[in-house]
Structures are given as structure tokens and as C-alpha cells.
């Protein structure tokens, strides 16, 4: 159900895969709320992924652009100006990546060279974005910038890796950038730490299945969805929060406030 809530806008999602992705979600729900969008990811995610099946179905120009690079990057913004007829009202920053997960490195034993890939495409592409977008001022007056993060960014959580490392750069970019995009150009930046949701990057990470039950066990209300997310977004992405920036906001059921649950106690005076 929507709520109009986008009507009129225009914005760029960076990172939609598959139907399991928060980007994916994320894309639908702005079209439904009345906006029109770009999609970007990376041409090998295009080739691999669902991405064009998605544009088409969502009337959205897909652009392919590698996230860490400033040339690219350059196109997507403008190709997206242009293909929208004006300035970006909203953007979504859904990427993250570790080669020191895939290949099962411990973080005690991390390659640094795969640190420095980690590092780049799921944290310094967030501050690369907004650097070509502020230059090119293609974001519109009380514009809404959102990157997805993790707790991991905050708490230790095993086996995270160096993703933790990237999530905790992902969250000082926001704020830095944040302060500066605010002063000069009203643009907001905020970062959301979701829930861990089964998508394709989490279930790359070993023993994501049990992150996701432990959560579901101490949260409240439950593990957030990526459907959940993705209304989550929309409320930022709106006019309803023109005067939020520079937060990190735990959209996890309630997870990050916990010490521990009935649920999980449970559990553990059960032996299971």
C-alpha cells in the first residue's frame, strides 16, 4: 500500500541484486510511494544478478557503474539527472563486500591487500558518492542520502570480519559528510543499522544463519525484514524527516538496546 509519500521525487538506488536484496525492496517500495528512480550496480552484479528484469518492471533506467570508482560514479549522477529530468531527491547506498570473508580469513590473520578492497567498496564508495554528487550538485534542497550498516560497526560480533572495520568508516562518513552536506547544501546523510536479513552478501558470511537467530531472540519485536527496511527508507527518504542527519538509526527490533532476553535464557538453561 502506498502513501505518496515519494510522489514527485527522484532518486538512484545503488545495489539491488535479486528479490532477496534491502536494495531491491527498496526500489519497489519507491515506485509504489510515487517516485521515479535509476538503478545502479556494479556490470558484473548486472550480469549475475536480476537488475534489468527490474528496471524494466519498474519503468527504471539501469545504469552500470562500479562503486569505487569516481568515473563511474560521475556517470551514474549524471545519466540519473538527466534520465529524471532534475535533481536527486533521495539515494540509497547498498553495497558491501569482503574477500577476507569469502575466502574464510580470520581477523586475527586478515590479507590486507583484500582490507584495502573491503575498505574500498563498502565504505570509501559511500564517501566517493557523495563527493561527486556535492560537485556536481545533483542533489536537490533537503535531499536524503541513507547507507545500510550493521551493529557489527559498534559491538563485537564473531566472525563479522573486517566488514565490521568498513561499517564503523560507512558510519563516520555519514556524520562528517553529513556536517558539511547539511551546512552548505541542506542535504541529509544518515546510515541505518538493520537487522542481520538473509540476503545474498549475508548468507556469504559463515554461521550468518545463527547472528540471524540470536537476534531474532533477543529483539523485541523480532528481526527487521528487508520489506521492513525498505518502509523504513521511505520514511527517510520523505519530508516527514527533512531534519534528521548525521544519525546512525538502529532499525533492529530493538536488538541494540538489549542485554539479554527471556528467550535466550531459555535457551541456555535448556542446553540447546
Known amino acids: 500500500m502506498g502513501y505518496n509519500l515519494l510522489k514527485g521525487k527522484r532518486g538512484i538506488i545503488f545495489g539491488a541484486l535479486n528479490d532477496k536484496s534491502i536494495a531491491w525492496k527498496v526500489a519497489e517500495r519507491a515506485v509504489e510511494e510515487g517516485a521515479q528512480i535509476t538503478l545502479s550496480n556494479a556490470p558484473i552484479a548486472l550480469r549475475m544478478g536480476q537488475i534489468n528484469a527490474l528496471g524494466e518492471k519498474l519503468n527504471a533506467k539501469v545504469i552500470a557503474a562500479d562503486a569505487t570508482s569516481v568515473e563511474d560514479l560521475e556517470k551514474v549522477f549524471s545519466e540519473s539527472t538527466e534520465a529524471l529530468g532534475g535533481k536527486i531527491d533521495f539515494v540509497l547506498h547498498s553495497i558491501g563486500m569482503s574477500p577476507n570473508v569469502r575466502k574464510n580469513k580470520p581477523y586475527d590473520d586478515i590479507d590486507y591487500k583484500l582490507l584495502d578492497t573491503t575498505l574500498n567498496i563498502s565504505a570509501i564508495s559511500f564517501h566517493k558518492m557523495l563527493q561527486v554528487a556535492k560537485k556536481q550538485d545533483a542533489i536537490a534542497e533537503y535531499g536524503s542520502i541513507v547507507a545500510l550498516t550493521y551493529i557489527a560497526s559498534q559491538r563485537a560480533i564473531f566472525g563479522y570480519n573486517d566488514m565490521a572495520d568498513a561499517k564503523a568508516l560507512l558510519e563516520s562518513i555519514a556524520r562528517s559528510f553529513g556536517y558539511i552536506y547539511g551546512t552548505e547544501k541542506h542535504v541529509r546523510i544518515n546510515t541505518i543499522s538493520q ?64 542485554g539479554i532476553s527471556a528467550e535466550v535464557m531459555e535457551k541456555y538453561n535448556s542446553g540447546k
Open 195 to 258: 537487522s542481520p536479513t538473509m540476503t545474498t552478501a549475508g548468507s556469504g558470511i559463515k554461521g550468518f544463519d545463527s547472528f540471524v537467530d540470536f537476534a531474532e531472540k533477543m529483539s523485541p519485536l523480532g528481526n527487521a525484514t528487508a520489506e521492513d527496511c525498505a518502509n523504513y527508507c521511505m520514511a527517510m527518504f520523505s519530508d516527514l524527516t527533512r531534519k534528521v542527519t548525521m544519525q546512525n538509526l538502529y532499525h533492529d527490533g530493538g536488538f541494540s538496546s538489549m
